[in-house]
C-alpha cells in the first residue's frame, strides 16, 4: 500500500506557502495594463495530479511535459506534482483555484459539489458504449463550450476532458444485480451525484479520499469501492477484496483545469504551446488508458489476486433501467444547463455495441 495515509492540512499548507513564493510565470503588467512584460525564461508550470505515479494522469503528465519542454526549447519546465505530495483531489483543485499550482486534474466525483454540470459524468449508463464516439464527444467543441462557463463560475479554467477507461466494482462478491447492492457500503468519490448513482441500486455510499480507500477496504469500514481496473491494481485494493465485476456502467472521466488569472497572464505563444499539447494528448490519453488498464488486468487475471465478472446484456438492462432516476436528480441540481449538456451526450449516442 503506498504511504499515501499521511495527508495532512498541515503539511499541505506549507507547501502550499512554499509553492505561492515560486517565481513562475511572469507576465508583469506595465502602467497602462494593457500589455505584459516579456517572460524571463526558464519558467515553470506546476501540474498537480489526483494519482500516484504509474497512474493514467500521471502518464499524461509525463507526456505533458516533455511535449511542451520540446516545443518551448526548454522554456517551460514543467513540475508534477503525483497525488500523496499535496494533498487530495478537493484539496488540489482549491490550491488550483488560489493559484498554489498552475494545472491540475479534477474528476466529477469530487468536483459535482462545486460544479453541478460535472455531474453528467456520474451518471450510469449515459455515455455510448463505443469507444470512438465517446472520444469524438470528449473532445466535442460543444461540449466543452456548455461546459467551460460552469468552470468558470468555480473559479476554473477547464483545458479539456481525459477518459481514464470503464469503472470496475469491486467487493468481496459479485455484483450482478441491483439486489447485490442492498445496504452495501460502496466508497465513492466525495460528490454527492458520484454517491447517488450507487444509491439508487440500494448501497449505502460512504464518500471518503482515495487515499483512506485501501485501510477502509482492509479494516471492514467499507465492504467495496469502484475505480478503473488500473487504479485497482496499483492502489492494491485487489488485496483485500475477492470479486471484481465490470459493469461497464460507466467511464472515468477527468478535466484538466488552470488557474483563471495564470492562464490568462500567458503569453499568446504559451497560450499556443499549452492547448496544442493538450489537443494532442487528447488523442495519446486513449491509448495510454487502453493499454494501461489491459495490462493491469491481464496481471492481477493471471496472479489470480481476484475473481473478474463480467456482465451480460441482461444484467446490464436491470442496472440501466434503475440508472435511469440519476437523469432526474442530475437535471434538479443543473436546470437547463444540465438539460443541454445531457440532450448533447444523448444525442451522441447509438446502440450498444458489446465493447468491453
Known amino acids: 500500500m503506498p ?10 499548507a506549507t507547501l502550499a506557502l512554499t509553492l505561492s513564493g515560486c517565481s513562475d ?15 524571463e525564461y526558464p519558467v515553470t508550470w506546476r501540474f498537480a495530479l489526483e494519482e500516484i505515479e504509474g497512474s ?27 497525488y500523496g505530495s499535496l494533498g487530495t483531489s478537493t484539496q488540489l483543485t482549491e490550491l488550483t483555484r488560489n493559484g498554489s499550482v498552475d494545472l491540475a486534474f479534477a474528476s466529477p466525483g469530487h468536483l459535482a459539489d462545486q460544479v453541478p454540470e460535472t455531474g453528467l459524468f456520474n451518471l450510469h449508463y449515459l455515455l455510448p458504449d463505443d469507444a470512438e464516439r465517446t472520444r469524438q464527444l470528449l473532445r466535442s467543441p460543444e461540449l466543452l463550450e456548455e461546459l467551460q462557463p460552469s468552470y468558470e463560475s468555480a473559479g476554473l479554467q477547464l ?11 469491486t467487493a468481496n ?16 468519490m466525495t460528490s454527492e451525484m458520484a454517491a447517488e448513482a450507487f444509491r439508487n441500486y440500494g448501497a449505502a455510499p460512504v464518500q471518503t479520499p482515495y487515499a483512506q480507500v485501501y485501510s477502509d477496504l482492509q479494516l471492514h469500514k467499507i465492504d467495496g469501492q469502484a475505480n478503473p481496473v488500473f487504479a ?13 465485476t465490470l459493469p461497464r456502467a460507466s467511464r472515468f472521466i477527468s478535466s484538466v483545469i488552470a488557474n483563471p488569472e495564470w492562464f490568462a497572464d500567458l503569453t499568446p505563444q504559451e497560450k499556443e504551446w499549452l ?12 491509448e495510454i488508458e487502453k493499454e494501461l488498464n489491459q495490462e493491469r488486468l491481464e496481471l492481477m487475471v493471471e496472479r489470480g489476486d481476484l475473481e473478474v465478472v463480467r456482465l451480460t446484456e441482461a444484467q446490464r438492462d436491470a442496472f440501466r433501467e434503475i440508472s435511469q432516476t440519476g437523469r432526474d436528480t442530475y437535471l434538479e441540481a443543473t436546470g437547463n444547463k444540465g438539460k443541454a449538456l ?8 447509438e446502440p450498444n455495441n458489446g465493447e468491453q
Do not use: C
Not at 494522469?57 to 503525483?82: L, T, W
Open 159 to 169: 483545458l479539456g476532458l481525459v477518459s481514464e477507461g470503464w469503472m470496475a466494482w
Open 3 to 12: 504511504n499515501l495515509q499521511r495527508l495532512l492540512w498541515p503539511v499541505l
Open 342 to 349: 445531457l440532450k448533447l451526450v444523448l444525442t451522441g449516442r
Open 56 to 82: 493514467v494522469q500521471h502518464a499524461y503528465a509525463e507526456a505533458f511535459r516533455k511535449n511542451i519542454e520540446q516545443v518551448s526549447d526548454g522554456k517551460i519546465v514543467v513540475d508534477v506534482f503525483p
Open 173 to 188: 462478491k459479485p455484483l450482478q444485480a441491483p439486489d447485490d447492492f442492498q445496504d452495501l457500503r460502496i466508497r465513492t
Open 25 to 39: 510565470n511572469p507576465g508583469s503588467k506595465t502602467e497602462n495594463g494593457n500589455e505584459t512584460a516579456p517572460p
Open 232 to 244: 485497482i491494481e496499483e492502489m492494491g485494493f485487489h488485496e483485500v477484496q475477492s470479486t471484481m
Open 275 to 286: 492547448t496544442t499539447a493538450i489537443r494532442n494528448l487528447s488523442e495519446q490519453a486513449w
